[in-house]
């Protein structure tokens, strides 16, 4: 399994960004996806989270109203809409998977950098 996340970058407070994950060497539709973040000196935190019909997702209260999840199983990728970005945003993004019955993500992508600048 190899997930691909790109589409980060640097943008000011209020702004916005949308990375997405490329998905390869699974069933992309049997698979729970999900973001997560790790901000300097903290630890990793779920951002979000997709089932695999995309009929269901869960938010992080911080960013509630803020970002939107969504996947295309026939393309295997995902996306993060992040909208209305605060400086607290600011940390690395990872994609992550999880077969359907399990609650632990397996597998990782390598992480993309988002910077908010006040």
């Known amino acids: 399994v190899q997930l691909q996340a790109s589409g980060g970058g640097l943008v000011q407070a209020g702004g916005s960004l949308r990375p997405s994950c490329a998905a390869s060497g699974l069933t992309f539709s049997g698979y729970v996806m999900g973001w997560f973040r790790q901000a300097p000196g903290k630890e990793r935190e779920f951002v979000a989270s997709i089932t695999w019909t995309g009929g269901s997702t869960t938010y992080a209260d911080s960013v509630k109203g803020r970002f939107t999840i969504s996947r295309e199983n026939a393309k295997n990728t995902m996306s993060l809409q992040m909208n209305n970005l605060k400086p607290e945003d600011t940390a690395v993004y990872y994609c992550?998977?999880?077969?359907?019955?399990?609650?632990?993500?397996?597998?990782w992508g390598q992480g993309t950098q988002v910077t908010v600048s006040s």
């Open positions: 992550a998977a999880r077969v359907r019955w399990s609650s632990n993500y397996g597998s």
